[in-house]
């Protein structure tokens, strides 16, 4: 027979806390509380399976469960010598979810059960107290008729508000036995008015009634999206704990609290929390009345306070993590309700895991499992202040998108490029609002505190370049509707009309956009940070490079602790010049006037006015990575992506470049494609015109060759970007050696640099071994290989990727592919291709550049199938640090457990 109902009480549990999976985190703790000795109220726990079971079929029970409920009952009436309903001294329960991982208020709870029309006689005899055993059955009626049948708290809370309202008293606390009995009356009325039917007095019913709501709250849709969010996948379900009622609210001699062994929001070792004289649980949740301070209980009641502490380092030692515990003092008698291990800042993350190891609590290795890579994410960008009013941000509340890049922002709408850079440069802070961004906007965006589109994904354009500088991102946002003539940003949904040049808010960690100027604070990086990453130095075999475009990304990548570029994106630097802004504009017509041109004479021409920019670029980057490898993409994108497709700019371009503006318009006509990501992009440019090719190659080697006089000591890894073919990628990797050797040989000078590819394309990892004849290095680029493997559009899928993933509709995934590497489908390629190609050349040096690089359980893939780096974008070369690191951990963890078995 399948067992589905544990056990706990009387210092003996069917478990303990290392059965999270099948008793939740709360019946896993109550169990293991329960055996070391600290007093918990018995009581059972009804697993998680059987919750998984409910929803598997058709939302109905396993045959045996009503056997193993009454069973158990009887067990804790023994346990406990009362009896549910018993009109003399009543046995009540209070019925509790708890899933695996803690999901904090997600879920459904409900006190005091037991109690009817009888037992609460019996519980105000027993107790000698009637005001209480009324106001816990009304406490108890009001819970059931809103989380157990689903109707209105407001109904409720008005009939409240009338009762005091007409006794003239203000306080729950100040109202008489008479008052909650006349409530209790009114409730009910209610209740048989909403449900067509009296409300159950027989206790078995009600505590069906109650699991049920608890297992039905599993899939509510708070609960589902808190899921979503915190990417919590893979559970069966909740568990639902039953246990006997401990009343913190029996009079000042009892009370209720919440407290943590360490500080939740600095880490430091010093007993946190709140307690609240003559009340229960929820009270202090309802934050109607206000808590005191720990320390206050200590002396209040310094018994059961020093009982108290002595919980706290019997559990922080046996658990070895600082837990979060929840008590209720009743007439004086301390009980436990609750331990689990605590939610945290992220710089607390960090200072209880170096303090714990120093303490010799734990080890550096399990220190360094403890760090989630938002911890790392969360600690380094601007965060909207925790003192703004919960309910007032709430309000301002416009839309919800795809959270690309964490971080707040602060700033003017501006909803065209141009403009940001103007105002920027009058001193504004503007958020750039675009439907979508292209790589004419990158100055723009540049210069913004924050972008906002109103489509695209986690890879769109947008969102990799503001990845790669940190900068806060919001795309996809649901039903932001942008005008650019009437300069209107209007969302229907919630009725309202932004200008530009109003003040918005963007919080870029959880997607929100708020409306008005909302104050932020940028944490310091705490010391625990920096030791801990050293820690993870010490442990990792993957090297960790950067994605970066200028000087200025590179140094900040090297202060996060890259070790080399693994890919600069050279197109970048033709639409930007981040040293010397103001000449930008020379660099945008030297590429435009190269695309326009009709002939290779023109072009070149053209090309040669690009050369010292990108030279200079190259020079500061080089000098930048002093000594580390650099790997250089040649151009990629399609050409269309640099003209304007404005008319007004078209006009503008031509009379700059001294041609017809017919001739604007037929070439960028001509370039025109109906499927630019499957299109002439890629090293197909070179084909075509290798005379850029030629450029690139020749900015590259003579910026080496001059940083090599200086003194500084390159590495240059010239990419090839989109390979499909070993002969299309020796035609280029040739004529990149031509140029590359005549100018080092006239240098007479040795500069060693490599020669390889991107793999992009499923054809390219397929014949992987074909084209690592010719290709000294892989690249995997992930964007695309994600985008070509499944057949999904990586700029226009986020319109129905949440779909894919959201448990409640397809499910399809359990996380955006373009974020964390598909290891199954485009992993399987990858595997592939780096077999494939080490065959044939043993030495070929792997590494992955898509934003997987920067994704912790992608980095951990990347370990697992052999690469020798990862590369990510500057601010998430910390988190590919930390993952790298993990997964030694992990792995040698999985190696002990095999030998075990
Ligand atoms: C890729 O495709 O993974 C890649 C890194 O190149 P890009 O994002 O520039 O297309
Ligand atoms: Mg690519």
């Given at each position: 027979m399948t067992k589905w109902v544990y056990f706990f009480g009387a210092g003996k549990a069917e478990g303990d806390g290392t059965w999270r999976d099948l008793l939740g985190g709360k019946g896993a703790g109550l169990a293991e509380m329960t055996k070391i000795g600290l007093p918990v109220p018995a009581g059972f726990t009804i697993s998680t399976d059987t919750c998984d079971y409910f929803y598997k079929n058709g939302k109905k029970y396993p045959a045996e469960l009503k056997k193993q409920m009454t069973e158990n009952v009887a067990k804790l009436e023994k346990v406990t010598?009362?009896?549910?309903?018993?009109?003399?001294?009543?046995?009540?329960?209070?019925?509790?979810?708890?899933?695996?991982?803690?999901?904090?208020?997600?879920?459904?709870?409900?006190?005091?059960?037991?109690?009817?029309?009888?037992?609460?006689?019996?519980?105000?005899?027993?107790?000698?107290?009637?005001?209480?055993?009324?106001?816990?059955?009304?406490?108890?009626?009001?819970?059931?008729?809103?989380?157990?049948?689903?109707?209105?708290?407001?109904?409720?809370?008005?009939?409240?508000?009338?009762?005091?309202?007409?006794?003239?008293?203000?306080?729950?606390?100040?109202v008489p036995a008479s008052g909650w009995k006349g409530l209790v009356a009114e409730y009910k009325a209610y209740f048989k008015e909403q449900a067509g039917q009296d409300f159950p007095e027989d206790p078995m019913e009600q505590l069906w009634g109650a699991v049920g709501a608890v297992f039905g709250s599993w899939m509510a849709e708070k609960a589902v999206t808190y899921r979503r969010v915190e990417k919590i996948t893979?559970?069966?379900?909740?568990?639902?704990?039953?246990?006997?009622?401990v009343f913190g609210n029996t009079g000042d001699n009892s009370g209720t609290g919440v407290c943590f062994t360490r500080d939740p929001s600095s880490g430091e070792k010093i007993f946190y929390g709140d307690y609240l004289t003559n009340a229960q649980g929820e009270d202090v949740v309802a934050g109607i009345r206000t808590p005191v301070h720990l320390t206050q209980l200590a002396k209040i009641m310094p018994k059961a306070y020093a009982q108290l502490e002595n919980v706290r380092v019997q559990?922080?030692?046996h658990y070895r993590d600082m837990q979060d515990m929840e008590f209720t003092v009743e007439d004086g008698k301390l009980y436990m309700l609750q331990t689990r291990t605590g939610k945290r800042t992220p710089a607390?993350?960090?200072?209880?895991?170096?303090?714990?190891?120093?303490?010799?609590?734990?080890?550096?290795?399990?220190?360094?499992?403890?760090?989630?890579?938002?911890?790392?994410?969360?600690?380094?960008?601007?965060?909207?202040?925790?003192?703004?009013?919960?309910?007032?941000?709430?309000?301002?509340?416009?839309?919800?998108?795809?959270?690309?890049?964490?971080?707040?922002?602060v700033g003017k709408i501006c909803l065209s490029a141009a403009d940001a850079e103007e105002w920027a440069k009058n001193g504004e802070k503007v958020i750039l609002v675009r439907r979508e961004t292209s790589p004419e906007d990158v100055a723009g965006m540049a210069v913004a505190q924050g972008i906002l589109t109103a489509t695209g994904g986690k890879t769109s354009h947008a969102a990799v370049v503001a990845r790669g500088w940190g900068k806060c991102c919001i795309v996809g946002a649901d039903g932001v509707d942008i005008d650019y003539k009437a300069k209107t940003v209007k969302v229907a949904k919630v009725g309202k009309t932004l200008k530009e040049g109003d003040w918005l808010t963007l919080d870029g960690s959880e997607g929100i956009v708020y409306s008005g100027e909302m104050p932020l604070v940028t944490p310091e990086l705490p010391k625990a940070y920096h030791v801990i990453m050293k820690w993870a130095d010490g442990i990792r075999k993957l090297r960790v490079r950067t994605n970066a475009d200028t000087p200025q990304d590179a140094r900040k990548a090297i202060e996060f602790g890259a070790e080399g570029i693994g890919l600069c994106r050279t197109e970048h630097m033709f639409f930007t010049d981040f040293e010397q802004p103001e000449k930008s504009h020379d660099r945008q017509l030297g590429i435009q006037e190269m695309i326009l041109a009709d002939n290779r004479e023109a072009r070149v021409k053209a090309l040669d006015k690009l050369l010292p920019f990108q030279r200079r670029d190259f020079v500061g980057i080089f000098t930048a990575m002093d000594g580390l490898p650099v790997t250089?993409?040649?151009?990629?994108?399609?050409?269309?992506?640099?003209?304007?497709?404005?008319?007004?700019?078209?006009?503008?371009?031509?009379k700059e470049l001294g041609i017809s503006v017919e001739t604007v318009e037929r070439r960028v006509a001509q370039l025109h494609e109906s499927n630019p990501m499957l299109g002439h992009r890629g090293c197909r440019l070179c084909i075509t015109y290798p005379e850029i090719l030629e450029m690139q190659v020749r900015a590259i080697i003579e910026a080496a060759i001059e940083c090599?006089?200086?003194?500084?000591?390159?590495?240059?890894?010239?990419?090839?970007?989109?390979?499909?073919?070993?002969?299309?990628?020796?035609?280029?990797?040739?004529?990149?050696?031509?140029?590359?050797?005549?100018?080092?040989?006239?240098?007479?000078?040795?500069?060693?640099?490599?020669?390889?590819t991107m793999i992009e394309l499923p054809r390219a990892a397929l014949l992987a071994g074909e084209i690592a004849e010719v290709a000294e290095f892989f690249s995997f680029g992930t964007n695309d290989l994600t985008q070509t493997t499944m057949g999904l559009s990586r700029d226009d899928a986020?319109?129905?990727?949440?779909?894919?993933?959201?448990?409640?509709?397809?499910?399809?995934?359990?996380?955006?592919p373009f974020q964390t590497l598909d290891q199954k489908g485009v992993g399987m390629l990858i595997r592939w291709g780096i077999e494939q190609g080490r065959k044939t050349n043993p030495k070929l040096k792997v590494g992955i550049c898509g934003e997987h690089g920067g994704d912790s359980d992608s980095v951990k893939f990347c370990h697992e199938i052999g690469m020798d780096y990862v590369s990510a974008s500057p601010f998430r070369v910390p988190i590919s640090r930390l993952a790298a690191a993990q997964v030694v951990v992990e792995d040698k963890r999985k190696a002990k457990e095999g030998k075990k078995k």
């Open positions: 010598q009362k009896k549910l309903g018993d009109p003399k001294n009543p046995l009540l329960v209070s019925v509790r979810s708890g899933s695996a991982r803690s999901m904090p208020g997600m879920m459904e709870t409900i006190l005091n059960l037991g109690l009817n029309d009888k037992s609460v006689v019996g519980l105000a005899t027993a107790t000698g107290n009637e005001r209480f055993a009324w106001d816990a059955y009304r406490r108890f009626v009001q819970m059931y008729s809103t989380v157990v049948m689903g109707m209105s708290k407001e109904d409720l809370e008005h009939r409240l508000r009338s009762m005091k309202d007409k006794l003239h008293i203000k306080e729950d606390t100040a893979g559970l069966l379900g909740t568990g639902v704990n039953v246990q006997q009622m559990l922080e030692k607390a993350t960090f200072k209880i895991a170096m303090d714990m190891t120093n303490e010799k609590l734990i080890t550096k290795e399990e220190a360094i499992l403890r760090i989630k890579p938002e911890d790392i994410e969360r600690l380094f960008y601007p965060v909207i202040d925790a003192k703004v009013d919960k309910k007032s941000l709430e309000s301002r509340i416009i839309a919800h998108g795809i959270n690309a890049v964490p971080g707040a922002a250089i993409r040649l151009v990629d994108p399609p050409l269309h992506e640099f003209v304007p497709h404005e008319h007004a700019k078209q006009v503008e371009l031509a090599h006089k200086g003194r500084v000591k390159v590495l240059p890894e010239i990419m090839i970007p989109l390979t499909l073919d070993k002969k299309e990628l020796g035609i280029l990797t040739d004529a990149t050696r031509r140029v590359a050797d005549a100018l080092i040989k006239k240098a007479g000078i040795k500069l060693p640099y490599l020669v390889g986020g319109r129905f990727l949440p779909d894919y993933v959201d448990e409640k509709k397809a499910g399809v995934f359990a996380g955006d």
